[in-house]
């Protein structure tokens, strides 16, 4: 049994609603965890650094946090009317996170963050709004709206996978073609070394096959070569440094 009034004394009745509120869907059951209600207390200590930070809340923006702004506005607002409270705190997270990154965020875009905030946790949110603004009309206001043309994705981040690995991202305007996108990504400076041994590789298989046909292969260099594309390296799966290095001094060699 778990005696909330345990639970607000050790760690205040903010984190409690919060928790209870993040544990997921209302008519769902959820088992009680203390790790979880721990997590939710790391997380509000978490906003009241960044939100009584004076660096790093500024007076002026930058447009980094528009979108990500915008659309926790929009999310979390459907959220609570439509009662998805878990999935609201969700998306009140990945904003936080967003700030942390961009190590600042703009003074209106705090100030309504800590009003939608103060739906979960009303006396941490009353306490940083009155911080912030100096005011203690948190109840009395408008609730925040989001501007909906901040919410077109101007660019879009690409992540380039070699031989099933994710070797570079990049953004990239949203409206790029697809030759765009893979120019851009042949210049990615880790996926190039990559595109340049497939190519070294399968000039040096072009001589190979050259002597293959011409039956004057020696067999020890036939057999590096066949297992090499019995292995599916030869259309790009997996080519490693060695084996471009050994066909190409067996070539030399052999020349």
């Excluded at 919060?18 to 059951?29: N, T, V």
């Excluded at 703009?106 to 939608?116: C, D, G, I, L, T």
């Excluded at 409206?175 to 041994?197: F, G, M, P, R």
């Amino acid at each position: 049994v778990v005696n909330p009034s345990d639970i607000v004394e050790r760690y205040g009745a903010d984190t409690l609603r919060l928790y209870e509120m993040f544990m997921g869907p209302l008519e769902a059951d959820k088992p009680w965890s203390t790790q979880g209600i721990e997590g939710a207390h790391r997380w509000l200590e978490r906003v009241y650094r960044l939100m009584t930070d004076k660096e790093k809340i500024v007076d002026t923006n930058d447009g980094k946090l528009d979108y990500s702004y915008n659309f926790t506005v929009k999310k979390v607002s459907e959220d609570i009317e439509n009662l998805r409270l878990n999935t609201a705190i969700s998306q009140m997270m990945i904003f936080i996170n967003d700030c942390y990154k961009e190590g600042h965020v703009y003074k209106e875009y705090a100030v309504n963050f800590v009003q939608m905030l103060s739906v979960f946790a009303p006396h941490l949110g009353c306490e940083m709004y009155e911080m912030l603004t100096g005011k203690q009309d948190l109840a009395y206001r408008s609730w925040p709206e989001y501007d909906e043309s901040k919410l077109v994705v101007e660019e879009k981040e690409i992540a380039v996978q070699v031989n099933g690995k994710v070797r570079a991202k990049f953004n990239i305007s949203a409206n790029a073609s697809d030759e765009e996108l893979y120019q851009t990504a042949l210049q990615q400076e880790n996926v190039k070394k990559y595109t340049e041994l497939q190519e070294k590789f399968d000039k040096t298989l072009d001589l190979i096959y050259e002597h293959e046909i011409a039956g004057d292969l020696p067999t020890d260099i036939n057999n590096r070569y066949q297992k090499i594309y019995r292995h599916g390296k030869g259309a790009g799966m997996g080519v490693s440094t060695d084996d471009v290095e050994f066909l190409e001094n067996a070539i030399v060699e052999f020349d």
